[in-house]
């Protein structure tokens, strides 16, 4: 592979990768409060378009930054992310700043804010600089990012259009250049959605693999997972993000690095048997556009030496089971307020943490089963096949501030990710890829599914995809 350019200029640094910043670093081309100030520069530039950020702390940034750059100046880096810029979604516990997740209800002199989630821990362990907590919808309950505290959250391609969701504001946040890192979570697609709206990479690994804390109140269906501009460096943040934390009890053992193998020459896709599902088995309506765009996506893995065979898995789709699980754990999640505060929910989470209150114990050991015989399905499907291929989402992003596209039909924001909820399910690795732009210049995503823990082999043929260029795609205009 060609080696990859390296900025030579601080005006260049927030188009950089992670890696490219890092290796300017370790040379001393610039510095990370060079890079740092250079994305602060960019966040003031762009934020009163794209609404992305909940919280931007400057000072402790740079403060950071300067140890950063005193410790690259001895040599002495202190991890795998040593002064390079990361955001945080608004879910994840954040030390120092309240953690408020969309919501007029939550009360910031309710504790003491003096703790980290395990990932944000993992992140200050590597050195990386925190710059800010990126924009949710209230308590991650939806496919889109507005909310009654912060308002809407826009797509960098055209700011009337959606940036998708729950991680909006962190999909936003990459691919405008306000960090080439960010950490988003998952439970029905809250990766992977902005992911492919926003036009960058996103994966949900193996529930497990990045430990968290506190549970989500969505359960075992809730996955954090690395937002990057590329596979190369969502792997190199999965690798930080794994680290062991004793607070999480369902946390997978370590596994072994992931990014060295994408950076030092992978594998690639030849030989990998690929399955791919334009629609899965007809029970979703793709828009042509995105249909084409995916199939080429699919075409390049074949030229790239995968056998691709073009069939289903033999599954019918889940989403009552899904709601039953998902509303529940919204009504458990909002249990304890009064009248006064269910008052000041988004009315769409207050519609639906009504109807999880209504199902019973039986209705939800009832979508147990569902998710156990979906489960047992895809693993028998994963004998046969290595990686399963969908299009990420049916359709490009919509106008914004709505729940589900005007005229659509659909009543929740389930009615259009068919094809991402599944896999919270089942608790497999899924990732999106970018794969070109709908005829109004609107990314679309390509979705790369794996077996349990078989997380390396989807960053490996996103990686393969990138590295063929498949994954290269014009640049957000809006902003």
């Known amino acids: 592979m060609t080696p990859e350019p390296i900025a030579t200029s601080t005006s260049d640094l927030t188009a950089l990768t992670a890696r490219q910043l890092i290796a300017g670093y370790e040379r001393g081309d610039f510095s990370p409060v060079d890079a740092t100030r250079a994305v602060l520069e960019r966040i003031e530039a762009v934020e009163p378009a794209v609404n992305a950020f909940v919280r931007v702390d400057a000072e402790q940034a740079l403060a950071q930054a300067g140890a950063a750059t005193e410790?690259?100046?001895?040599?002495?880096?202190?991890?795998?992310?040593?002064?390079?810029?990361?955001?945080?979604?608004?879910?994840?516990?954040?030390?120092?700043?309240?953690?408020?997740?969309?919501?007029?209800?939550?009360?910031?002199?309710?504790?003491?804010?003096?703790?980290?989630?395990?990932?944000?821990?993992?992140?200050?362990?590597?050195?990386?600089?925190?710059?800010?907590?990126?924009?949710?919808?209230?308590?991650?309950?939806?496919?889109?990012?507005?909310?009654?505290?912060?308002?809407i959250t826009r797509n960098p391609y055209d700011v009337t259009r959606t940036s998708g969701g729950s991680s909006g504001g962190s999909a936003v946040a990459v691919a405008v250049g306000a960090a080439p890192l960010s950490i988003g979570t998952d439970g029905g697609g809250s990766v992977r959605i902005p992911a492919s709206f926003c036009g960058i990479f996103g994966l949900k690994p193996t529930y497990g693999r990045i430990p968290l804390y506190p549970a989500s109140p969505f359960g075992t269906l809730s996955h954090a997972g690395p937002m990057a501009r590329d596979a190369a460096d969502a792997a190199?943040?999965?690798?930080?993000?794994?680290?062991?934390?004793?607070?999480?009890?369902?946390?997978?053992?370590?596994?072994?690095?992931?990014?060295?193998?994408?950076?030092?020459?992978?594998?690639?896709?030849?030989?990998?048997?690929?399955?791919?599902?334009?629609?899965?088995?007809?029970?979703?309506?793709?828009?042509?556009?995105?249909?084409?765009?995916?199939?080429?996506?699919v075409g390049r893995l074949a030229e790239l030496g995968a056998y691709i065979e073009e069939t289903d898995p033999d599954i019918t789709d889940p989403v009552d089971a899904f709601h039953t699980l998902w509303f529940?754990?919204?009504?458990?999640?909002?249990?304890?307020?009064?009248?006064?505060?269910?008052?000041?929910?988004?009315?769409?989470?207050?519609?639906i943490c009504a109807a999880g209150a209504r199902a019973s114990a039986l209705d939800h050991l009832a979508a147990v089963d569902v998710r156990m015989d979906l489960g047992r399905r895809m693993g028998r499907f994963h004998t046969s096949y290595d990686l399963l291929v969908t299009p990420t989402?049916?359709?490009?992003?919509?106008?914004?501030?709505?729940?589900?596209?005007?005229?659509?039909?659909?009543?929740?924001?389930?009615?259009?990710?068919?094809?991402?909820?599944?896999?919270?399910?089942?608790?497999?690795?899924?990732?999106?890829?970018?794969?070109?732009?709908?005829g109004d210049g609107l990314p679309v995503g390509v979705q790369l599914i794996a077996a349990r823990h078989a997380d390396a082999l989807v960053l490996r043929a996103a990686h393969a995809l990138y590295a063929s260029g498949a994954a290269s795609i014009p640049a957000p205009r809006a902003v």
Do not use: M
């Open 328 to 351: 529940s754990g919204a009504a458990r999640l909002v249990q304890h307020l009064g009248k006064e505060q269910r008052e000041l929910l988004d009315p769409g989470l207050r519609d």
């Open 236 to 297: 190199l943040l999965l690798d930080v993000l794994s680290g062991p934390d004793w607070r999480d009890w369902s946390q997978l053992p370590p596994a072994a690095a992931t990014s060295p193998g994408l950076t030092e020459g992978s594998e690639g896709v030849k030989g990998l048997r690929i399955a791919y599902s334009p629609s899965l088995g007809g029970q979703v309506a793709v828009r042509p556009a995105v249909a084409a765009a995916v199939r080429a996506a």
């Open 71 to 151: 410790r690259h100046r001895r040599g002495e880096p202190l991890g795998l992310l040593d002064g390079v810029p990361v955001t945080v979604k608004d879910l994840l516990l954040q030390a120092g700043a309240p953690t408020l997740r969309g919501s007029r209800t939550v009360r910031t002199d309710a504790r003491a804010w003096d703790e980290d989630a395990p990932a944000v821990a993992r992140l200050r362990e590597h050195g990386a600089v925190l710059v800010g907590k990126t924009t949710t919808p209230e308590f991650g309950w939806k496919g889109v990012t507005d909310s009654p505290l912060t308002g």
């Open 393 to 438: 989402l049916p359709i490009t992003a919509f106008e914004a501030g709505a729940e589900v596209p005007h005229g659509s039909g659909h009543r929740r924001w389930t009615g259009w990710t068919p094809f991402t909820y599944p896999f919270n399910l089942t608790q497999q690795p899924a990732a999106t890829v970018p794969c070109g732009v709908d």
